[in-house]
């Protein structure tokens, strides 16, 4: 079993360290392999994502990532767009668990508004906003198999009243629900991001385009205390791509105060995908442990340091 790591930038480099800790340490017999990705690599090589990059991520079981910085450059290409439509990580899982709620946000991840379809100009820029039958039928068919191993209830985040693209995305997701017999309805994404966070019990599955989902987990961020709480796995038919949902945080890279449970939640995320389901739930209740007994960084009100949460959790695992 091979596992690539990836810090990327920022506080990825102090995130990513304390969850490959723990892949190590319960994944014994993997072989773990470094490879460097994002704007540092940029700023020395004047690439942030080479070909060979891409066929290091390619010759592994899973990778493990963390965060990149993507400056407002044009001569800049986002390195997660490369890799997701590279290794075609269509479905983008990003749950969202808390006191009471359980939400799995299923993204479309390789088209839409993040087409990467671009004409910049300095009177008129445009993004073209990609949505195709088959994009649309394999990420519902993924949250339809999510939903009947869960409450089978699948809510389609949408603006089909506004984005005409969209009617397309949700009757095929509609269409794809009846096929599966999961139970379905659809909400727009403005009012739908509303009420999850008002009431996020009533949810359990939720699919829709990628900038909504992207924008949706990130609102949801809020239910659990932060981004830096939040994992996300990005999965395709051939590889697996785990990260946590924030971003390489510049302001605070280098001061230690990161918090690493993002990471450490998609690490277990990265385990359950290898079967390892046991060492998965064992570091997320791990997590639950060290956070109740008042161990966490600042940004969820502690005093704690991103090693020192990390050790906290090492060592009741081990």
Do not use: Q
């Amino acid at each position: 079993m091979r596992i690539a790591i990836a810090p990327g930038d920022g506080i990825g480099k102090e995130v990513i360290p304390v969850a490959r800790r723990i892949l190590e340490m319960l994944l014994p017999g993997a072989e773990f392999f470094d490879v460097e990705l994002g704007y540092e690599k940029w700023k020395r090589t004047c690439s942030a994502c080479t070909d060979e990059d891409i066929g290091a991520l390619k010759d592994s079981d899973a990778i493990l990532f963390g965060a990149v910085t993507t400056p407002p450059d044009p001569c800049y290409s986002s390195v997660l767009l490369r890799i997701r439509k590279e290794l075609d990580l269509y479905a983008n899982l990003r749950p969202v668990c808390g006191d009471g709620f359980d939400i799995m946000i299923v993204r479309e991840n390789t088209e839409g508004l993040y087409s990467g379809i671009e004409e910049i100009g300095t009177e008129r820029s445009t993004t073209l906003r990609v949505v195709t039958r088959k994009g649309s039928e394999r990420i519902a068919r993924c949250a339809c198999g999510l939903a009947k191993e869960r409450r089978n209830s699948l809510v389609i985040g949408n603006k089909a009243n506004v984005l005409k693209s969209d009617v397309l995305f949700r009757d095929t997701c509609l269409s794809v629900a009846a096929e599966e017999g999961v139970s379905a309805r659809t909400a727009y994404i403005d009012a739908l991001t509303l009420d999850v966070l008002m009431h996020p019990a009533n949810y359990d599955v939720i699919v829709t385009t990628n900038i909504f989902g992207d924008i949706l987990s990130d609102a949801c961020g809020y239910l659990t205390g932060g981004l830096g709480m939040l994992p996300s796995a990005n999965i395709g038919e051939k590889y697996a791509f785990f990260e946590p949902v924030h971003g390489s945080a510049p302001d605070i890279a280098g001061k230690g105060i990161a918090n690493p449970i993002a990471a450490i939640r998609s690490a277990a995320m990265l385990l359950a995908h290898l079967g390892r389901t046991e060492e998965a739930e064992a570091v997320e209740d791990t997590v639950g442990f060290v956070l109740a007994a008042g161990i966490k960084t600042p940004d969820l009100g502690g005093d704690s340091s991103t090693e020192e949460v990390g050790e906290a959790v090492i060592k009741r695992l081990s």
